[in-house]
């Protein structure tokens, strides 16, 4: 009898171990470690295969190296020639970068604007909307054209192209407040600008990330096409010159190069609106 | 509080109000010819059919929406005078949180904004303890039920001690068991603050047991239909709703809401 009050006191204080005794709940938990592993595993696996599949074909095939390199010849070129793609990814990088900052700066500027003056707002977003919705490929060469060669036209084009998208959703985010919230603020008479402070920013901070998650890739690509035409360095360039080389592995490494480094921004700011977006249960990723 | 208040005059105070919504297919005649009076401290209940104009009428009072004719007054000024002194809360019919602020900042807000007359009352703290959140300040509105959200927007709403509390169905979205419970503490805040309370209600039990007078609006055009007295014992409390007395009440309520 003393041992059965034992046993029932045990399990009441340590539900971890009357866990583990309920085979249910033990084959749950194995079934969890093992969905968890393959979600991580599976990604690397669908991965390795297409690279050997890269390989195998490359092989197969005997495909010239001028057309398509193999895949170990990319990762030693990549490794070889690490200074020259570092070399050209800082001007690209730095292009992208101030690009993203000044483009964002004004795209959110302009957006305040536009939410306080409707008359600006309704003669000016349409068109917004409409440049919005030109392709990136095929806005940069109008720019380079417009803008010409240095480094600065680079951090114009990545800014204007990050601009559009931001503009939209800013404008969007600024304007998703329920109206009844902006009634509570009446009832408060909060001013106009504590509408926009306590109100409408933190509102639009969601929309906002989305479209930095878009212009993280979008400004790379801006810098990447500015530097198509009549540069001599950067990933565009270096890109450019591998391909009129036949340089096929230079090529493929200069992408992976700039795709890495877009990723790598991409990722940033996922964590940053992660860090700021705590607020929101279901926030899509 | 200030010169601008006439000693002894109405909480509220309407004359001929009319509010008519222009569209382009329409035009609504949400409000038609609306007078009553309500003094200070007076709790009042409105029922009506939907679309009769309560909410309308509640937004008024808090010059959210300006009668299209007639006049009013509230502590005996305007309404916007009554609006900037911070003298109307208002509880919204979803509680209107902002969700990234905790519960004790939702709270805090209307000290954040409008200049924030310098007020006296409780501390944010002692209003959500009043309204049986303490513990709760940094829960997020998302981490909290919709009865505990509506309650936070109404210790938001108690904040700085108004004279005029307006509740559009606060209520409504609340299983019977909260809402019976939320009744009583809002009795109880009644009671203890001693604000004039304007109460919309879909509901004629709740109607009969908060309200001093139960104010019947009738649809189409919304105008009263019949501002009836609730003469219950006070103190109220639950059991009250098994007497023979709440019972003729609501069964009154019932039916002159059935005709408007
Ligand atoms: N901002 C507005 N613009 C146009 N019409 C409106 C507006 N607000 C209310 N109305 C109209 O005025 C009438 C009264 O609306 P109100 O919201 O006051 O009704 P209610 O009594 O609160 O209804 P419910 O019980 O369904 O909440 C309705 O016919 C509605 O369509
Ligand atoms: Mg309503």
């Known amino acids: ?285 | 509080m200030g010169p601008a208040i006439t000693p002894g005059a109405p909480a509220v105070e309407l004359h001929g109000v009319s509010v008519r919504f222009m569209s382009e297919r329409r035009e609504v005649a949400a409000l038609e010819d609306i007078s009553f009076s309500l003094s200070p401290g007076s709790f009042l209940t409105l029922l009506g059919p939907s679309g009769c104009g309560k909410s309308t009428l509640l937004r008024v009072v808090a010059d959210i929406v300006a009668p299209t004719s007639g006049s009013l007054r509230v502590l005996g000024q305007a309404p916007g005078e009554a609006r900037r002194r911070r003298e109307i809360g208002f509880v919204f019919q979803d509680a209107t949180l902002l969700p990234w602020r905790s519960a004790l900042d939702n709270v805090r807000l209307p000290l954040q904004v409008g200049g924030s007359p310098a007020r006296g009352g409780r501390s944010p703290e002692e209003l959500l303890a009043l309204v049986g959140l303490a513990g709760w300040e940094k829960a997020l509105p998302h981490e909290l039920s919709g009865g505990m959200r509506q309650r936070v927007s109404i210790a938001r709403a108690l904040l700085g001690d108004p004279k005029i509390l307006l509740m559009d169905e606060p209520f409504g979205a609340l299983d019977e068991i909260t809402r019976d419970r939320l009744n009583d503490e809002l009795l109880h805040i009644w009671r203890q603050t001693g604000t004039t309370i304007l109460f919309v209600t879909h509901s004629i039990h709740e109607a009969a047991y908060l309200g001093q007078q139960v104010l019947m609006l009738a649809a189409r055009p919304g105008r009263v239909r019949e501002m009836i007295p609730v003469d219950l014992p006070e103190p109220r409390q639950l059991a009250i709703r098994d007497t023979a007395g709440f019972g003729a009440l609501a069964g009154r309520l019932r039916a002159v809401l059935e005709t408007c």
């Not at chain 1, 800014?159 to 109206?179: D, H, K, Q, Y």
Request: net charge positive.
């Open chain 1, 1 to 285: 009898m003393a041992s059965d009050v034992g046993m029932v006191h045990t399990a009441a204080a340590s539900p971890a171990r009357a866990a583990a005794a309920d085979p249910a709940r033990a084959a749950w938990l194995a079934a969890q470690r093992w969905a968890r592993w393959k979600r991580r595993l599976l990604p690397l696996l669908g991965a390795a295969s297409l690279l050997f599949a890269w390989w195998a074909l490359v092989a197969f095939f005997q495909v010239k190296p001028f057309i398509a390199p193999a895949p170990q010849v990319v990762a030693a070129t990549l490794w070889q020639k690490s200074d020259i793609l570092l070399a050209n990814l800082w001007p690209t990088a730095i292009e992208a970068l101030s690009g993203f900052l000044i483009g964002n700066l004004v795209a959110v500027a302009v957006a305040t604007l536009f939410v306080h003056r409707k008359g600006i707002e309704m003669a000016f977003f349409p068109i917004v909307v409409l440049i919005n919705s030109i392709p990136v490929v095929a806005k940069a060469p109008i720019l380079v054209l417009l803008l010409g060669n240095g480094m600065a036209p680079k951090i114009a084009i990545a800014a204007v192209i990050c601009f559009f998208p931001t503009l939209v959703n800013m404008v969007r985010g600024l304007e998703a407040v329920s109206p009844q919230s902006l009634e509570l603020m009446h009832v408060l008479s909060a001013r106009t600008w504590e509408v926009f402070i306590r109100l409408r920013l933190p509102t639009s901070i969601p929309y906002l990330f989305s479209a930095l998650k878009i212009a993280a890739s979008t400004a790379v690509v801006g810098a990447i096409v500015g530097e198509w035409i009549g540069s001599q360095e950067g990933i565009g360039a270096l890109i450019i010159q591998a391909t009129y080389n036949f340089d096929s592995a230079l090529l493929y490494a200069t992408v992976i190069c700039g795709s890495a480094f877009s990723v790598a921004f991409f990722l940033a700011i996922r964590m940053l609106e992660r860090i700021c977006v705590r607020w929101a249960p279901q926030s899509q990723s």
